[in-house]
Every structure is written in C-alpha cells, then in structure tokens.
C-alpha cells in the first residue's frame, strides 16, 4: 500500500470546529488556560493525518531508501519517490527532478549559495539583489561566501508601511548582479510581495530569481511555471507538515548546470579514489540517508491541505487578520509594524512604553502563543528604529474567539504594566 497515494481524504467543507479537531495539540491547556495559539508564523502545527502517517511509516515501511532489494527498501523508496511526485504537483513543477529535498528554507539558499560560489556563477564582488525585508537565512548565506571581498548586496527598501520600493530596482542590475534573492511574504511585516513583476525585469537583464516561499505556501497557490521563478525554497513545517524537511525547485538547466553541494552516498554514481562521477538530478544534490519520514509526512500534509478549497483558507485566513488589524488599532499606543495593502495573516505590533517581551509573557500566562524579538530580521527592525515587535500570525485553525482572547489578555496586559 502506498501511504500517500492511499491517505487522500475526501473533499472537505470548511467546518472550522471539525479542523480544529484535526489538531491535537490544539486541544491542550497551557498554563490552566486553553492555548490559543499565534505563532503559525514560526511553525505551524500537525494534523493527526499526518501524525498517524508518520507512525503508520515507523510501524510498517521503515528501511532506508534507493539501495536495498528488499521488501521494506521497496516500499520506503516508492514512498520516498511519492512525496517528491507530490511536491511537484503542489507545485506545478515541470518534472519531479526538479524537486529537491533539504532540511528547510534555510539550507534551500545556503545550497544556491554554496554551488552558485563553488561553480563560478558568483565570484568575489559580485551582486546579489535582496529587500530590505529578507529573514537573515537570505541574508546571511550571500556573506558567507567568495572569501574576503565577498558578495556585494544590493537591497530593495521599503516604505513605512513595509512595501518594496521598486522604482531604483531597474537601476540596480550592472554586468556583476548575478541573481535577485527575495522573500515572497515577510514573516515580520506579512507584506505579500509582487514577485510576478521583479521576476520578469530580473529576466530582462537575464539574472535568475530565487523565492523565499517559507512563509508564502500555506496562504495561496504557487505555481513555479507561471511565476517562471528560477529557484523556489520552503519549509515543511511551515505547512503543516514535519520539521527538518524542505524543499528546494530549481530549473532543471540551472540545477544541471551547479555541483553537488555535498559528498556521500546517493548522490554519485561511480567512485574510485581517484574519481568521483555524480548521480543525476535530484539525487546530484541528496547526499546522504534524508529525512525519508520528513519527505513522506509533507506530502500526507499537501494531501490533507488538498482536501479543502484553498479559496476558503484564504477567505478566513484574510477575515482573521481583517478582524485582528480593526481590534488591535484600537488599543491606545498600539502602532503595527508592516501595513501593506496586500498583506498575509502575520501581524507585529509595538505598544508605546512596554517592551514586547514583557507583553510576550504575560500573554503567555494566559495561554497564549505570540512570537516576540526580531524575527530574524535585524534590518527591519533598524529599517522601523525599534529592537523587537510582538507578532501575532494566523494559520487556518484560529478564530475570532481567539482574537478576543488576545485582545483582552493585551488590554489587561497594558494595565497592569503600565
Ligand atoms: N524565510 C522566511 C521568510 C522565514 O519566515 C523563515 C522561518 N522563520 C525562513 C526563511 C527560514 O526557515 P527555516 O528555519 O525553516 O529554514
């Protein structure tokens, strides 16, 4: 029995009590209180689908992949093979070889980092182009690489309300931008970002894109053919899915065209010790056992997100952060951080004279999960001139009973702290 091509649930209404039943963990108290839980924007949590899948896996297919005859070999792998087939369709790729597994978002980039450096695509002083928005994983890889001189960032800034300010990205590209790296939807300030129009001037200067989809792929479609983005980059816990698996797209010219990342079994195809020749695609760029359960867990996670019409994810994820924006500007001080017109589920905040951790752990107290700090974007907050927000951030589960909790819980949170 193949798992994922068996766990496929049957068309859904969009019943949120029925959902929230899907989340255990959502079941649970904290601190005395029912948890009301905000910080969809950090990971996500798991359906039993996918947790039962995950121990169906253990109980009955577990064998390491590609390199055993045997029953269970056979099983894994095609299981393995499955996962990838469905990351494909999730995401429109062209072939299932484009299709990558890496542990997330983060080790996504770093592979681009590292074999666009190793191969000679980026050289010492070239141009990377980024936004002043970027999570420090697209950030922090380009000054990891080409030695001393290193690679130079050329940053799109945005404005007070936290959207990209394209009209000098034109300006940017010169002979040494080699690729243009952007988040499609910020954690911090859940800015969607009009990444349609920086891929097509990208493309006319002939520079590819990567997308930072980390927080993009469980609000709206994404379709890497119709985007004709170069390299995509997710993370499967941020989609209901398992920790330590993501996914990397690529072209298939342009992965063709890049070195393995890393050296082990899997990903050659002769070794002798005085030559190695590679595997090919996707295998060139999976060194290694993977995470073959992580890979199996996100694609039951796709299955059961399939189940619903993503329109009506989107439609109650949008009412969330409509209902959330119109209380929360009601609270005297309050400012929020990140006030584009096209925006996702993630809302930070600042209340005058209180620090966000302090409102984080009050809030905590009654049950209550909000993210405080930066978010791992440091250039935000030098971008707005404060040093950490709270940030609330919705996933398809919450309600607007919840928002009240928050809401009450913040009001009695300012009276007693200020
Ligand atoms: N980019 C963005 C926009 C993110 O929100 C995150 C996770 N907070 C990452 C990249 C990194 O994802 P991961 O830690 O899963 O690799």
Same mark, same amino acid.
């Given at each position: 029995m193949n798992l994922i091509k068996s766990k496929i649930p049957r068309k859904r209404e969009f019943r949120i009590d029925e959902i929230r039943n899907d989340f255990p963990i959502l079941q649970r108290l904290v601190n005395g209180k029912p948890l009301v839980y905000l910080d969809n924007a950090a990971t996500t949590q798991k359906p039993d689908f996918v947790i039962e899948a995950i121990k169906h896996y253990y109980d009955f297919e577990n064998a390491n992949i590609h390199r055993g005859l045997h029953f269970l070999s056979e099983v894994a792998t095609e299981a393995y093979e499955t996962a990838r087939l469905k990351v494909k369709e999730f995401l429109n790729a062209l072939s299932a070889s484009e299709i990558i597994f890496v542990r997330g978002t983060t080790e996504a980039i770093n592979l681009i980092a590292s074999t666009m450096e190793k191969s000679k695509r980026l050289n010492p002083g070239d141009e990377v182009i980024i936004t002043n928005m970027e999570h420090h994983a697209n950030i922090v890889p380009w000054q990891l690489i080409c030695g001393e001189e290193g690679i130079k960032l050329r940053v799109i800034p945005i404005t007070d #309300?936290?959207? /990209?300010?394209?009209?000098d990205f034109e300006n940017m590209?010169?002979?040494?931008?080699k690729l243009v790296s952007v988040v499609q939807? #910020?954690?911090? /300030?859940g800015t969607i970002n009009p990444v349609e129009k920086i891929i097509s001037i990208a493309h006319k200067h002939n520079v590819p894109v990567l997308l930072d989809g980390a927080q993009a792929v469980s609000h709206q479609k994404i379709d890497v053919q119709k985007l004709d983005c170069d390299f995509y980059s997710f993370s499967g816990h941020k989609l209901y899915g398992p920790t330590g698996i993501g996914v990397l797209y690529g072209k298939t010219h342009l992965l063709d065209s890049l070195p393995p990342y890393q050296g082990g079994?899997?990903?050659?195809r002769t070794v002798t010790f005085e030559k190695t020749t590679f595997n090919d695609l996707p295998h060139k760029f999976e060194a290694g056992t993977p995470n073959i359960v992580g890979a199996i867990g996100l694609a039951i996670a796709i299955n059961y997100l399939n189940a619903f019409d993503l329109q009506d994810i989107i439609q109650h994820e949008n009412k969330l952060l409509e209902y959330a924006t119109k209380e929360l500007s009601k609270i005297d001080g309050l400012k929020i951080i990140g006030t584009a017109k096209d925006k996702a589920p993630v809302i930070s905040f600042v209340i005058d004279g209180i620090h966000p951790y302090d409102i984080g752990t009050l809030l905590n107290s009654d049950g209550i999960a909000i993210r405080t700090g930066h978010h791992c974007t440091q250039p935000i907050m030098d971008r707005f001139k404060i040093s950490a927000t709270a940030r609330a951030s919705f996933a398809f589960y919450n309600t607007q009973q919840e928002i009240d909790i928050l809401i009450n819980s913040l009001n009695k949170t300012i009276e007693i702290l200020k």
């Open positions: #309300s936290g959207e /990209l300010i394209l009209d590209f010169n002979e040494k931008t939807v #910020s954690n911090t /300030l079994g899997d990903m050659i």
